[in-house]
């Protein structure tokens, strides 16, 4: 018996972005790229055969990646964007116990993951136990702080925090939360697990604010989370204010003061009296005319930067103050005496009245305010905290606070972090030229601190986002000739902010950053379009990473039928190309597609037949 069969031919041609190999062997999901320390894919995507909703994902991660059942991930937020995604921030737990640090972010359309990244563990297996009761904890933790005072002796203080939170419950007093904490050796490439209670100390005397970690079996402190984010490690400040600018006060029995209620939460400004304790001491005036000459004329410039920043961040970003919900800001000017810096101590804005033998005067410079509120918004997505993540939290919050500065002072700007402070007219900082005063402008080149500093180890990111928004082109510390042409400083902010809200986690470093701003210009601006083609090369200019490449296209698909003994039949494509982000289809009969992957009906004979004898 002769049987004549349709043999269906296809193919496929593709544009690429980044080649990728796929080492998950699970079907429907490509790795991007692993995390330095952990190998762990820090960055997964799915294609268009692979349905998973959001429902869906904590289970699938759990057996698909972890391959545990002691594990769970719960969803801590929700946000939306304009490119229509959906993003969910998860926290994986084990036991029941959180895995400090250990947070993903889903990205979905239509109830459909699209893509997860972040940072996740497998293989769990603690090597200590449970011993110690909180407060037995709690005292090893103020052993090691060792300070003369605390906040949460202060009643007066935690009276003022209750009313201008308006929240009764608040109090400075630290309460144990039992945790499991990731000790990576970054030599070694190993991880182990301790159980640890996390407390949150605030000390007044000395100024101190970490979260601390103890050991739940010995009392050991494992480690310490620093939360006072500065303006500068050594101390810095400003003296200049902003000229003449429209501030929103309010008004009351005695005149106006520095406090309004039109922006989010509310904007308040407050005087400590070069004090160390925060009060409701107001700043007043008997008109709305503010004409101060004293040193309390830093006080406008405070309250004028932190109503600049909200603007910044909701007009440029749509994010409604710190926390995208309306966090009330609170600034205090006049913090102790001679006190060079300026800080977010994790919920307000203080400021030092600086010292003339320093080179530095009152804090209270615009683009210093930007950059202490950022810390607030850096707080509230990535939470950026240890090793190379603090440098990165350094580096953003400079990126913004000079990006409010061009934003609310158009013809006064500069790429000098704090020279308004500086009574000699050096800068903390220099954006456009790191090594300057002394930075890296290059990762892990010239002036980079092995110790971590990250006021000094934030120069490559900071240099990213200059040579990004103005182009630049030179040769790097690593020999390395680059060219970088400019997508305009709004555009670079676009890419920094996605990167920084949608995809950091708490211990992003360098190489991850890359990446996700990589993926942040990409969502924004097409896979393969010129921004891209610069955030890579920028990043290429600073040591981090290779330059942009066209990679070598790859097609592949498979089908679920190769042959059929009738007409019409019906072919469903399943695309298995690395890396294509656009496709172009050739059935072999005459019609085309550029869907990735198609379903095509063939009512013809192909092109060529075969015949087979069976008998």
């Known amino acids: 018996m002769n049987k004549t069969y349709t043999t269906i031919f296809a193919s496929c041609i593709c544009s690429l972005f980044f080649a990728q190999q796929n080492a998950l062997h699970i079907e429907g ?37 972890v391959k545990s059942d002691d594990v769970a991930f719960t969803i801590l937020k929700k946000d939306y964007d304009q490119l229509g995604f959906v993003h969910h921030r998860l926290q994986q737990y084990y036991k029941g116990y959180k895995i400090e640090g250990a947070i993903i972010l889903t990205h979905s359309k239509s ?44 009643k007066a203080e935690e009276a003022h925090m209750q009313t201008a939170l308006n929240n009764p419950n608040f109090s400075y007093k630290p309460t144990g939360e039992l945790c499991l904490v990731p000790i990576i050796d970054s030599k070694t490439k190993t991880i182990s697990f301790q159980y640890a209670y996390k407390f949150n100390i605030y000390a007044e005397e000395p100024l101190y604010r970490a979260n601390v970690f103890v050991d739940a079996a010995s009392g050991k402190i494992i480690k310490e989370q620093n939360l006072i984010c500065t303006v500068d490690a050594v101390g810095t400040a400003n003296t200049k204010y902003s000229g003449t600018k429209n501030i929103t006060t309010d008004s009351f ?27 409701a001491t107001d700043f007043t005036n008997t008109t709305n005319t503010w004409t101060i000459t004293t040193a309390n004329q830093a006080a406008t410039d405070a309250h004028f930067g932190a109503e600049s920043t909200y603007d910044y961040y909701m007009q440029t970003f749509n994010r409604n103050s710190v926390d995208d919900a309306g966090y009330k800001l609170l600034s205090y000017v006049h913090y102790s005496t001679n006190y060079v810096n300026a800080f977010w101590d994790g919920t307000r804005m203080t400021y030092g009245d600086g010292q003339a033998s320093q080179g530095f005067s009152i804090m209270t410079a615009l683009d210093v305010c930007g950059h202490e509120i950022t810390h607030g918004v850096v707080q509230n997505t990535a939470n950026l905290s240890g090793g190379e993540a603090d440098a990165l939290n350094e580096a953003f919050a400079d990126i913004f606070g000079t990006s409010v500065e061009w934003f609310a002072r158009p013809t006064q700007h500069d790429w000098l972090m704090g020279k308004d402070i500086s009574t000699t007219g050096t800068a903390i900082r220099d954006m456009s030229n790191p090594n300057a005063i002394q930075q890296p402008d290059t990762y892990q080149g010239t002036y980079w601190d092995n110790t971590g500093e990250p006021h000094t180890n934030n120069g490559p990111c900071i240099y990213w986002f200059y040579l990004l928004s103005v182009g630049g082109s030179g040769t790097n510390d690593n020999s390395q000739a680059y060219n970088v042409s400019s997508i305009t400083m709004a555009k670079a902010e676009a890419i920094a902010y996605r990167a920084l809200s949608t995809y950091m986690t708490p211990s992003t470093d360098y190489a991850a950053v890359r990446n996700y701003c990589i993926q942040a210009a990409k969502d924004l601006y097409g896979a393969c379009s010129n921004e891209v083609i610069q955030t890579t090369n920028a990043w290429y200019a600073v040591g981090v990473g290779t330059q942009y490449v066209a990679g070598t296209i790859g097609t592949n698909f498979a089908a679920n039928q190769s042959a059929s003994c009738s007409l019409p039949t019906v072919v469903s494509f399943n695309n298995t190309t690395a890396a294509g982000q656009t496709y172009t289809w050739d059935f072999g009969d005459g019609t085309s597609s550029t869907t990735a992957n198609p379903v095509h009906t063939y009512s013809v004979n192909g092109f060529r037949k075969r015949r087979d004898q069976l008998v």
Do not use: C
């Open 29 to 65: 999901a490509k790795a991007d790229f692993n995390s330095s320390l952990t190998n762990l894919p820090l960055q997964i995507s799915f294609d268009e055969s692979k349905h998973l909703s959001d429902a869906q994902f904590a289970d699938w991660m759990k057996k698909e990646l």
């Open 253 to 279: 029995t005695g005149g106006y003061r520095l406090r309004e209620s039109g922006r989010g939460g509310g904007i308040e400004t407050y005087n400590m009296s070069n004090t160390t304790t925060y009060s």
């Open 111 to 154: 109830n459909e993951v699209k893509s997860f990244n972040g940072d996740w563990f497998k293989d769990i297996n603690p090597s200590n136990s449970i011993s110690l009761t909180e407060q037995q904890a709690l005292q090893f933790a103020i052993n090691k702080v060792g300070a003369k005072s605390y906040k949460w002796d202060n």
